[in-house]
C-alpha cells in the first residue's frame, strides 16, 4: 500500500481493520503513516515524505519523490511479489508505479477515483492502464469510469460511517477544555508544509481582524505534531502573542476540533467534507505558488474547487482562493456565518443529505471488490 499524505493514512487506516478480519494473518507494508502503522502496517517509509501539492512544489521535491518509487517498485518487483498493490489516493505518484507493477503481473487497486470530473480528464487512460478495479468515495464516479472501460465499485466515503450524524459539540468542548457558551472558530490551515507556509499567517491575520469585531471569540487549531512550530510561529507573526487568551493550538484532534466549533476557516482539501460530515458551515480558502495556480486554474472544469460545493453542485459556501484569500475577506466571511443562523441550520440539512448519500459499509464492499480482483 501507498498513501501519500495525512488524509490517505486517515483512509487507508480504516479500510485495514477490515482487511485484518478478512484475512487474518495479513501483512501489509510500503508508505503510509502513524494511523496505518497502528493497524499493523510496515511503514517502509512515512507518508508525509510525499505531501507535496503543486507544481513547483512536486519539481523542488522531484528527485527524492522519483528515487523512492524507484526503490520501491525493485523492493516489490525483486523479492516475493505482493498478492495485491493498493495506492491510496496520491495518483501522481501512485498511478505510474501502478502501471510498472501490473505490467508484471501484479494485481492493483486504486482507492479514491482521481478527480477527472473536476480536472485533468486525460487521467482517464492513465488509470485504465495502471489498475484492475477503482474503489470510489462518491457516488457518480463508477459510471463516469464504466465509460471508458475501467472497472470499479462504489463503496462509500470511510470518514461518513465514522463521524457520526449528529455530532456531540458539547463533549468536544468538554475534551477540548472549552466553555459550551464560548464562540468558537476552528482554523485547519492545512496538513502539509507548503500549505502553512501559504495560508497559516494569512488564517491567523484574519483571526485578529475577526477579534476586532467580536472580542468573545475563540480561536482553535488542531496541530500536526511535525508542523504546531510553524503553526506558532506564523501566530505570532499576525500579532497573536497579544491575544494568547482567545487562541488554543492542540496536538492532532482535528475531530474534536470541528465537532467543537461554531464556523471553520479551512484550507481545501479531504478536511473540508469531514468538515461538512460534521455539518458546521465553513469558509474555504487556498493559496500556492503562482506558477502552480495559474496552471491548475487551465485544468480546472468545475466553478468549485472546495469538496463540499463539488458534491453538492451548487455554491454552499464560500471559497476564498489565492489573491480572493485576504486577512480582510476572510474575517468577513467567517463573521458573515456567525451572523446567519438560519443559514448556518439550512446547511446543516443539506450536509446531513450529503453524509446520508456517503454513508456505505466501506471496509465490506472494499473487501469483497479486492477478493473479486485477487480470485480473477
Not at 501566530?235 to 475531530?255: N, T
Request: glycine share 6%; charged share 20%.
Amino acid at each position: 500500500m501507498v498513501a501519500g499524505e495525512t488524509s490517505g493514512d486517515l483512509l487507508a487506516s480504516l479500510l485495514l481493520q477490515g482487511f485484518q478480519a478478512r484475512w487474518p494473518g495479513l501483512r501489509s507494508a510500503g508508505i503510509g503513516g502513524p494511523r496505518m502503522v497502528e493497524q499493523g502496517f510496515e511503514a517502509w517509509w512515512p507518508s508525509e515524505k510525499l505531501a507535496v501539492r503543486g507544481y513547483w512544489e512536486v519539481l523542488r521535491h522531484y528527485r527524492g519523490i522519483v528515487g523512492i518509487r524507484k526503490e520501491l517498485r525493485r523492493r516489490l518487483l525483486s523479492g516475493p511479489r505482493p498478492d495485491l498493490f493498493m495506492g491510496v489516493d496520491a495518483p501522481d505518484f501512485n498511478l505510474s508505479l501502478e502501471a510498472d507493477l501490473k505490467a508484471q503481473g501484479v494485481k492493483t487497486v486504486h482507492f479514491v477515483c482521481p478527480s477527472i470530473w473536476a480536472w485533468r480528464p486525460d487521467r482517464v487512460h492513465t488509470i485504465r492502464q495502471s489498475t484492475n478495479h477503482v474503489l470510489c468515495i462518491f457516488p457518480f464516479e463508477p459510471e463516469l469510469l464504466a465509460q471508458h472501460g475501467i472497472a470499479s465499485t462504489y463503496v462509500g466515503h470511510p470518514l461518513a460511517s465514522t463521524i457520526p450524524m449528529q455530532p456531540d459539540r458539547a463533549a468536544a468542548r468538554v475534551r477540548l477544555g472549552l466553555s459550551i457558551e464560548d464562540t468558537v472558530v476552528a482554523i485547519l490551515p492545512g496538513s502539509r508544509v507548503s500549505e502553512v507556509q501559504y495560508l497559516a499567517r494569512v488564517f491567523f491575520e484574519a483571526a485578529v481582524l475577526a477579534l476586532r469585531e467580536r472580542p468573545d471569540l475563540k480561536f482553535v487549531v488542531p496541530a500536526i505534531p511535525g508542523l504546531r512550530a510553524a503553526i506558532e510561529a506564523a501566530a505570532r507573526q499576525a500579532g497573536f502573542e497579544r491575544l494568547a487568551s482567545a487562541l488554543l493550538i492542540v496536538d492532532g484532534q482535528s475531530h474534536a476540533v470541528l465537532a467543537a466549533c461554531d464556523v471553520t476557516l479551512i484550507a481545501s482539501g479531504t478536511a473540508t467534507l469531514e468538515a461538512a460530515l460534521f455539518k458546521r458551515p465553513m469558509v474555504i480558502a487556498y493559496k500556492m505558488n503562482a506558477l502552480s495556480w495559474q496552471i491548475m486554474r487551465r485544468k480546472q472544469l468545475q466553478p468549485w474547487v472546495g469538496l463540499p460545493n463539488i458534491l453538492c453542485g451548487e455554491w454552499v459556501v464560500p471559497e476564498l482562493l489565492q489573491d480572493a484569500a485576504t486577512p480582510q475577506a476572510l474575517a468577513q466571511s467567517v463573521l458573515a456565518w456567525l451572523d446567519a443562523p438560519e443559514r448556518t441550520q439550512a446547511l446543516a440539512q443539506r450536509f446531513t443529505d450529503l453524509h446520508q448519500t456517503l454513508t456505505r459499509d466501506t471496509v465490506a464492499l472494499s473487501t469483497d471488490a479486492i477478493q473479486t480482483v485477487l480470485a480473477r
